[in-house]
């Protein structure tokens, strides 16, 4: 039982480097392309003052980075973390171009992130950084060229702050700006539980090719926030049994099930997971370990690495979080007949809903409940479906499938729209 956090020697640029080039080199692509598609567009740092409560001054470093805006606008959420670096805005980044593609959508990808701690500020300096980070890299979003969401450590507030700053420049509302706000200002329905939902259509489609019932499946869950929680409450509704979760503070355990409601609820007063009564306490990384039939890690980059791919015992890794699994375990798990429903399709229902966000924004006219998660899930099945026929017809892992349908896309809008001038 292990109790480290992050596997500190995951680059995650050189893994998403590695699996395009995996899916390039079965493409054909030419080495021009793979050069264009390889590196970001356009890399942003930003190092910037934000006035701290007791009054000194403190200066934090930021990022944005476009990758690719062929098939649209830029698109990405914006992550708070004080191990945030230039490398994993830029491999998420790319991540983001190969999801908006493998679903279909019209947007490309982006990232941003500032290095910070969030739980050692106060709203108050939380807001201020989010407005001064916002004016600094407002020379490069915008409802048409690149549009931010939230990710880890930030949420609907700090989205609110982002439309407001960048509406107070432009002197009217612009809420197309930036997805995941409150409803009151332009959100969508269906966003907040768009990511999950997405993990749970897609969760039983794989189920379903395995013949396995979702009824009364163990799943088990890293990290307990937007992603995780929510996930944990729609496989719990949809009959599965959650029998383990975690965040960074540690995990827990009860092979009868947990109730996800009663562990936010101890979440949410205590701050963790960790001490919910009824549960063994188990070590971070040992979630992903436990008997289970569907692992959701829904946490950060590179949990899952030769390390500990072996001792899997789910049939299937839904992932939640982007980059969770590295290329040495993606090869392990594939060999173990384990099935991974590779990050770009499996949270891609998160920046679906922020698509329909945006076009509702862009219209002013706004779609109910329903008709979001229809489209979702018609969605999403189409994308599951056309990756595990590319999965079936290559004889790969659907990771290299649905890259490589990402990829031959962006490939081909680039290709036709030309090289400028
Ligand atoms: P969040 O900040 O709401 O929650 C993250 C959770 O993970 C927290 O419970 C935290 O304690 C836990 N955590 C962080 N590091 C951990 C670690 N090393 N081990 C165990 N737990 C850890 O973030 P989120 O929005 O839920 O994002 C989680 C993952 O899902 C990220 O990889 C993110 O990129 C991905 N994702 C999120 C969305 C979205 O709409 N929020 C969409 C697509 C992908």
Same mark, same amino acid.
């Given at each position: ?91 998420? #980044? ?29 709203? #108050? ?285 962006? #490939? ?10």
């Amino acid at each position: 039982m292990h109790d480290e956090v992050k596997s500190a020697v995951v680059n995650p640029y050189h893994m998403a480097v590695e699996q395009f080039e995996a899916a390039a080199e079965i493409l054909d692509l030419s080495e021009d392309m793979r050069e264009v598609l390889r590196q970001p567009k356009r890399e942003l740092t930003v190092n910037f003052p934000v006035r701290l409560d007791n009054g000194r001054i403190k200066t934090y470093t930021g990022y944005r980075v476009q990758h690719n805006v062929n098939r649209g606008p830029a698109k990405g959420g914006i992550r708070y973390g004080p191990d945030v670096t230039l490398d994993e805005v830029k491999a998420l #980044a790319m991540w983001m171009t190969w999801k908006c593609a493998v679903v279909g959508i019209p947007f490309g990808g982006a990232k941003g992130g500032v290095i910070c701690d969030p739980k050692q500020m106060t709203p #108050a300096e939380l807001e201020r950084l989010t407005r001064r980070y916002t004016t600094e890299i407002s020379i490069i979003i915008g409802p048409h060229s690149d549009i931010p969401a939230p990710d880890v450590n930030t949420n609907s507030q700090v989205m609110a702050w982002i439309m407001d700053t960048y509406s107070m420049h432009e002197g009217f509302s612009v809420p197309a700006v930036v997805t995941g706000k409150p409803l009151s200002i332009g959100g969508s329905e269906g966003r907040n539980d768009a990511t999950a939902t997405g993990v749970l259509f897609v969760t039983r489609q794989a189920a379903r090719r395995i013949g396995m019932p979702m009824r009364g499946a163990r799943v088990s869950i890293q990290g307990y926030g937007n992603a995780g929680a929510i996930a944990a409450r729609l496989f719990h509704h949809e009959g599965c049994k959650i029998v383990a979760v975690s965040d960074t503070r540690g995990g827990i355990y009860n092979e009868s099930g947990l109730d996800p409601a009663a562990v936010l609820r101890h979440k949410q007063e205590r701050g963790s997971v960790v001490g919910f009564p009824k549960a063994q306490h188990v070590g971070v990384q040992d979630v992903l370990e436990v008997p289970c039939d569907i692992l959701i890690p829904a946490a950060t980059e590179g949990v899952l690495t030769t390390a500990n791919a072996d001792r899997v015992q789910a049939r299937i890794v839904a992932e939640a979080a982007n980059g969770p699994t590295t290329p040495q375990a993606d090869k392990i798990l594939f060999d173990k007949g384990t099935i991974v429903i590779p990050d770009i399709l499996a949270n891609a229902g998160g920046v679906t809903v922020s698509y329909f966000e945006w076009v509702q924004d862009l219209q002013s006219f706004f779609w109910g409940v329903e008709e979001i998660t229809q489209k979702l899930e018609m969605i999403m099945n189409r994308a599951f479906a056309a990756v595990a026929e590319k999965a079936d017809e290559f004889h790969c892992d659907m990771r290299l499938a649905a890259n490589m349908l990402a990829i031959s896309r962006v #490939a081909e809008a680039t290709q036709i729209r030309g090289i400028y001038p």
